[in-house]
């Protein structure tokens, strides 16, 4: 059963990065017991509405566009947990008028959460992420983008047990700032920002077998967002 | 006169690779965190095009796990602005991306044998007019003895053995992207040897150079989180 369930994870952690895109990207979820580590891959719906900062013409203003990256997360105390994301890959995914046929993709990010206050049975955080990735155009077009996101959020957490399975609920307010820059020729970037900021988000994690689980999230910004993604429990 | 200009922008652009990074160290116990910074100086032989040798400095925060008792991952990453003293004016976006694994293999009289891997990728965009972006990727594969010693409750480790560096570098210019200067470190046997201490069970202070065509220090610290 154990050996099954690797491979399952395995296997749903490559379909994962296989769909690698352009990037939105923040590493969120229940807060971790003091020394647990965790290491995944996520996968990201990302639909915002963005406006030009610069001045320049509108262009298409609708970013939709999935992402997925490899993460870490660690109880570096019983109340703060840190994380961590990167990835390297290729990506052929945009909608933004320049279609990035074929593109380097880098991401990093790194985040805190934070225990507030726990109140029976019920635990309150507060988190912040901040995630940069770039696409680095290989074709002639050399459209280059980059994007950055931050995060804070207020989280209220439940944790129960379900058929021997640790379940954990988590919702509350959260900002979504994302910025993207986009460098054509030898100019200035084209720099547009993402409008709703404000939102929410919702999820549901579940560990199984006390190392893998599987989690899926909801997170609302100007439309809702769908993500999802598995780790490994150390 | 447009051609020789041509030939010393390209020949600029290419006597500095960027930038490659590795994160390399003694095997963790089982359930060992350790998050660090680490600050890299390289300096290798690259061919085929000139100058031949070339030297890089890259810093990258890192997280090393031990999975299990015999089992190290770790991750790198890192976000920059910098400048370099070959490209006054200029400015480049600098990510830095890499994972590893290092593997327990054997523990003789008090010597640990671990075989080590490690894969990084690093962009410098230019984001001033020249365009000369760059990008790099290095290997390290290697084997390590690893000793330790406890002195009054503080741990030095050290630790060393034969290394397979590979860096491969290609340099764009004027936007151009369908051609690049595409560079290969011309020697990649060698080895590396490094020293660390575990100072209170907290604070991991470390030291390493890595040998392949020149000796090229790095030096790191790092917080370690740990059961033991």
């Known amino acids: 059963m154990v050996t099954r369930l690797r491979i399952i994870a395995l296997a749903a952690a490559v379909a994962l990065l296989g769909q690698l895109g352009t990037a939105?990207?923040?590493?969120?979820?229940?807060?971790?017991?003091?020394?647990?580590?965790?290491l995944g891959a996520q996968l990201r719906y990302v639909h915002r509405d963005y406006k030009e900062a610069s001045g320049s013409p509108p262009q298409n203003n609708v970013f939709d566009d999935a992402d997925g990256m490899l993460?870490?997360?660690?109880?570096?105390?019983?109340?703060?947990?840190?994380s961590g994301e990167a990835l390297v890959g290729n990506t052929k995914a945009s909608d933004w008028e320049h279609d990035c046929g074929d593109a380097r993709y880098y991401l990093v990010g790194a985040g805190l959460q934070a225990l507030l206050s726990e109140f029976?049975?019920?635990?309150?955080?507060?988190?912040?992420?901040?995630?940069?990735?770039?696409?680095?155009?290989?074709?002639?077009?050399?459209?280059?983008?980059?994007?950055?996101?931050?995060?804070?959020?207020?989280?209220?957490?439940?944790?129960?047990?379900?058929?021997?399975?640790?379940?954990?609920?988590?919702?509350?307010?959260?900002?979504?700032?994302?910025?993207?820059?986009?460098?054509?020729?030898?100019?200035?970037?084209?720099?547009?920002?993402?409008?709703?900021?404000?939102?929410g988000m919702a999820g549901i994690t579940a560990t199984l077998y006390t190392h893998y689980t599987v989690f899926g999230q909801v997170v609302y910004a100007g439309y809702f967002q769908p993500r999802f993604g598995v780790s490994y429990s150390f | 006169m447009k051609k020789a200009l041509t030939l010393v922008v390209l020949?600029?652009?290419?006597?500095?690779?960027g930038a490659s990074a590795q994160v390399i160290g003694p095997v963790l116990s089982k359930s060992s965190l350790e998050?660090?910074?680490?600050?890299?100086?390289?300096?290798?032989?690259?061919?085929?095009?000139?100058?031949?040798?070339?030297?890089?400095?890259?810093?990258?925060?890192?997280?090393?796990?031990?999975?299990?008792?015999?089992?190290?991952?770790?991750?790198?990453?890192?976000?920059?602005?910098?400048?370099h003293d070959d490209f006054p004016g200029?400015?480049?976006?600098?990510?830095?991306?890499?994972?590893?694994?290092?593997?327990?293999?054997?523990?003789?009289?008090?010597?640990?044998?671990?075989?080590?891997?490690?894969?990084n990728e690093v962009l410098d965009y230019d984001l001033s007019p020249p365009a000369f972006h760059k990008q790099t990727w290095g290997l390290n594969l290697g084997v390590l003895a690893e000793w330790s010693m406890t002195w009054k409750e503080q741990v030095l480790g050290i630790w060393g053995g034969p290394a397979y560096?590979?860096?491969?570098?290609?340099?764009?210019?004027?936007?151009?992207?369908?051609?690049?200067?595409?560079?290969?470190?011309?020697?990649?046997?060698?080895?590396?040897?490094?020293?660390?201490?575990?100072?209170?069970?907290?604070?991991?202070?470390?030291?390493?150079?890595?040998?392949?065509?020149?000796?090229?220090?790095?030096?790191?610290?790092?917080?370690?989180?740990?059961?033991d």
């Not at chain 2, 300096?43 to 999975?67: C, I, Q």
């Not at chain 2, 400015?91 to 010597?111: D, K, S, W």
């Open chain 1, 24 to 38: 939105n990207a923040e590493v969120i979820g229940p807060l971790l017991k003091d020394g647990a580590f965790e």
């Open chain 1, 120 to 199: 029976r049975g019920f635990m309150c955080t507060f988190g912040i992420h901040g995630t940069a990735s770039f696409e680095f155009d290989r074709t002639e077009n050399h459209v280059d983008r980059e994007y950055q996101t931050a995060i804070g959020t207020i989280l209220v957490e439940k944790r129960f047990t379900l058929y021997g399975q640790r379940i954990d609920l988590l919702a509350g307010p959260s900002y979504w700032y994302a910025n993207e820059k986009e460098f054509r020729d030898w100019s200035f970037p084209v720099r547009s920002t993402a409008v709703d900021p404000w939102g």
């Open chain 2, 35 to 83: 998050l660090g910074y680490i600050y890299k100086w390289y300096h290798r032989d690259m061919e085929p095009n000139t100058p031949v040798e070339k030297d890089w400095e890259v810093a990258s925060f890192f997280v090393r796990y031990g999975g299990t008792s015999r089992l190290t991952l770790s991750l790198e990453g890192g976000l920059w602005n910098v400048e």
């Open chain 2, 90 to 119: 200029m400015e480049f976006r600098r990510y830095t991306v890499g994972g590893g694994v290092g593997i327990r293999v054997l523990e003789v009289a008090g010597i640990g044998f671990s075989a080590f891997g490690h894969y």
């Open chain 1, 71 to 82: 993460f870490f997360r660690c109880g570096v105390t019983s109340t703060a947990t840190l």
């Open chain 2, 165 to 227: 560096t590979l860096d491969e570098s290609k340099n764009h210019a004027w936007n151009v992207r369908t051609f690049a200067y595409e560079d290969e470190s011309a020697t990649e046997l060698g080895f590396v040897v490094g020293v660390n201490a575990v100072l209170w069970g907290r604070i991991v202070p470390s030291a390493h150079v890595v040998y392949a065509d020149y000796f090229q220090g790095r030096i790191g610290i790092a917080g370690r989180w740990s059961p």
């Open chain 2, 11 to 17: 020949l600029l652009a290419t006597s500095w690779v």
